[in-house]
């Protein structure tokens, strides 16, 4: 099985998505100021702050049993998890094969020499608006190791990713607005080649109509009994 999440799967954490107008966390910053390289170039203390904030505020959060059931789902099946998101409620859930196909808010680099930054993080108590982005010893800026806007996908996680929908036997994509490429395009992969695609999502995407089913239901609460639903689902 290969799970596509998105950040609808961490909503029931308490984890804002990003285009959920009312909560989502593009209407409090502009994104494009936030996740390009050009932002980060014009303001790197702006973007560090928000991501620094985005980290911290992972370790207050729990995986929800949507995190919890596709992890059991490992007990019979392999399974592969391919995200969009940036945390890692995935592995705390459990799962054991999660490909970061924009990166994690958990590994930061430098933005010059691209080594892994293993330093200390500046604290942050409490969100504000800037932080100094720890310096390399190179003299380049430390940055968190996120995919932005216009950057291309880490090669390694993309081709992992490509490998498990091709080898799916059904791909489970789950919360999604599935508009943003090249990652949307894997539940299109999956369906060209004829294997079954369920989307898991409350609200239509530009795939609900294409896909195998599509449950008008949140992560949480489909996915924990979703297995036993495959046979009628799947007809
Ligand atoms: N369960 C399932 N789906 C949900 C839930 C939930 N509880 N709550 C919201 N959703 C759905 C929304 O209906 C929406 O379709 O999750 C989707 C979230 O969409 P986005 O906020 O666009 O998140 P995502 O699809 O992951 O964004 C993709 O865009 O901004 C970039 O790099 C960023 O990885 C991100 C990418």
Redesign the pocket.
């Known amino acids: 099985m290969t799970v596509l999440s998105?950040?609808?799967?961490s909503?029931?954490s308490g984890v804002p998505?990003?285009?959920?107008v009312e909560t989502?966390l593009?209407a409090k910053v502009d994104?494009y100021e936030i996740?390009s390289s050009d932002g980060w170039r014009r303001h790197p203390e702006k973007v560090w702050a928000w991501y620094l904030w985005r980290h911290y505020m992972m370790k207050a959060v729990d995986p929800n049993d949507?995190h919890r059931a596709v992890a059991a789902w490992q007990d019979g099946a392999e399974v592969h998890v391919v995200t969009?998101?940036v945390d890692d409620l995935h592995e705390r859930a459990g799962s054991a094969r999660v490909h970061h196909v924009?990166g994690s808010l958990f590994s930061f680099r430098c933005d010059r020499c691209d080594v892994p930054y293993v330093g200390p993080l500046p604290p942050m108590p409490e969100p504000v608006e800037t932080v100094d982005p720890p310096r390399c010893a190179c003299g380049g800026l430390i940055r968190p190791d996120v995919?932005w806007f216009g950057e291309p996908l880490p090669s390694e996680e993309w081709d992992r990713s490509v490998e498990a929908v091709s080898r799916a036997d059904v791909a489970i994509v789950?919360?999604?607005?599935?508009?943003?490429y090249p990652?949307a395009g894997l539940p299109e992969m999956a369906l060209a080649e004829g294997i079954p695609v369920i989307e898991?999502?409350?609200?239509e995407?530009p795939l609900s109509d294409r896909v195998t089913i599509s449950l008008r239901e949140?992560?949480?609460t489909a996915l924990p009994g979703l297995l036993q639903r495959l046979p009628a689902l799947l007809g």
């Open positions: 998105g950040a609808g799967m909503a029931e998505t990003f285009r959920d989502g593009w994104p996740s949507g969009q998101n924009h995919v789950v919360g999604t607005s599935a508009v943003v990652a898991v999502n409350p609200e995407t949140t992560s949480a």
